[in-house]
Nanobody, 128 residues
Framework: QVQLVESGGGSVQAGGSLRLSCAAS????????MAWFRQAPGKEREGVAGIDSDGGTRYADSVKGRFTISKDNAKNTLSLQMNSLKPEDSAVYYC??????????????????????WGKGTLVTISS
């Protein structure tokens, strides 16, 4: 079965950096998309960034230039390098993945199309 486990969350001051990781299993021999979402208290879950089944990356405009999503196929891990963090980045960050067919679209909002599985989340807190 598919399992996604996030790690790397924590507390950091505004302007700092943090790197999140997601260990994935259950997709051996399958094409899939992966993504990061986040949910702050009182707000809806929003897409942050994603990687399609061909390795292409997409970002929400709010994080473009500050966050970098990457995947290490050999280690079966997904990472999110977050730089120049702002208090509004504070949220529970969720790793997500789904099989093909799937599509990730960046822009004003990041959107994931296709079936999706979720990790349990890791908390990121940015202080001002």
């Amino acid at each position: 079965q598919v399992q996604l486990v996030e790690s790397g969350g924590g507390s950091v001051q505004a302007g700092g950096s943090l790197r999140l990781s997601c260990a994935a299993s259950g997709y051996t021999g399958r094409r899939y998309c992966m993504a990061w979402f986040r949910q702050a208290p009182g707000k809806e879950r929003e897409g942050v960034a994603g990687i399609d089944s061909d390795g292409g990356t997409r970002y929400a405009d709010s994080v473009k230039g500050r966050f970098t999503i990457s995947k290490d196929n050999a280690k079966n891990t997904l990472s999110l390098q977050m730089n120049s963090l702002k208090p509004e980045d504070s949220a529970v960050y969720y790793c997500a993945a789904g099989p093909s067919p799937c599509t990730v679209v960046g822009g004003t909002s990041f959107i994931y199309y296709g079936n999706i599985n979720w990790g349990k989340g890791t908390l990121v807190t940015i202080s001002s």
